[in-house]
């Protein structure tokens, strides 16, 4: 979470126009079909067959229902600290009495991990982003892409790069952040913003 040299004195506006610009980068791609209607056009065609079981590996096709649109649940967030133990937070977050999410010591190292369930269709290109402020100057905005995934019962697991949250007295305090999770199409699965805390110590487990 290092810190960068980009301002900005109204982080809403700022995100606004991030929005902005994911909107006109969305690829559109036509209307979407059910998978079920997927799995039954061109069966006779072997390779495409092949293909499909190899995009889709083991889906219950029992399962699936007659709706079009992907949906992806992002189930929760867990903290990774060496020598830490993990800090698993269910989504949405759960502020602790001052408001905060979460508090991480100030010069840690720290990864986030991700739980998320797809189902009914094929998600592509999922990411996420996280935009983080201090005190109205934004100081880090995250993007990552996560790839894309077939609908299945069990959740997948995303874990993130190590990273080091900055150290020192200045870079204590509350941050706000914005976390989004987006596809090709800019269809929006999760937008939540929280607050969190860097500390001089852990808290207490």
């Avoid at 301002?7 to 909107?23: C, G, T």
């Avoid at 596809?183 to 860097?198: A, Q």
């Amino acid at each position: 979470m290092d810190h960068k040299d980009e301002h900005s004195a109204h982080p809403d506006q700022e995100v606004e126009e991030e929005e902005d610009e994911e909107a006109k980068r969305a690829v559109v791609l036509g209307p979407q079909v059910p998978l079920k209607d997927q799995l039954e056009l061109d069966k006779d065609d072997e390779s495409l067959r092949r293909w499909k079981e190899q995009l889709l590996g083991q889906v219950d096709t029992e399962q699936l229902g007659e709706t079009a649109e992907p949906e992806v649940k992002v189930l929760n967030l867990t903290i990774l600290s060496p020598d830490r133990p993990d800090l698993v937070l269910p989504i949405p977050f759960v502020p602790d009495e001052k408001g905060y999410a979460f508090a991480l010591k100030d010069g840690s190292a720290y990864s986030f991990r991700f739980s998320f369930i797809v189902s009914n269709n094929i998600v592509s290109g999922l990411k996420y982003t996280n935009t983080v402020w201090k005190t109205g100057v934004r100081v880090e905005n995250q993007k990552m892409m996560l790839g894309t995934f077939s609908p299945q019962a069990e959740p997948y697991t995303y874990e993130g790069e190590e990273e080091t949250t900055p150290a020192g007295m200045f870079a204590r305090g509350s941050y706000s952040a914005k976390l989004k999770f987006i596809d090709d199409d800019g269809k929006n699965y999760l937008e939540m913003s929280y607050y969190f805390e860097i500390r001089k110590d852990w808290p207490a487990v």
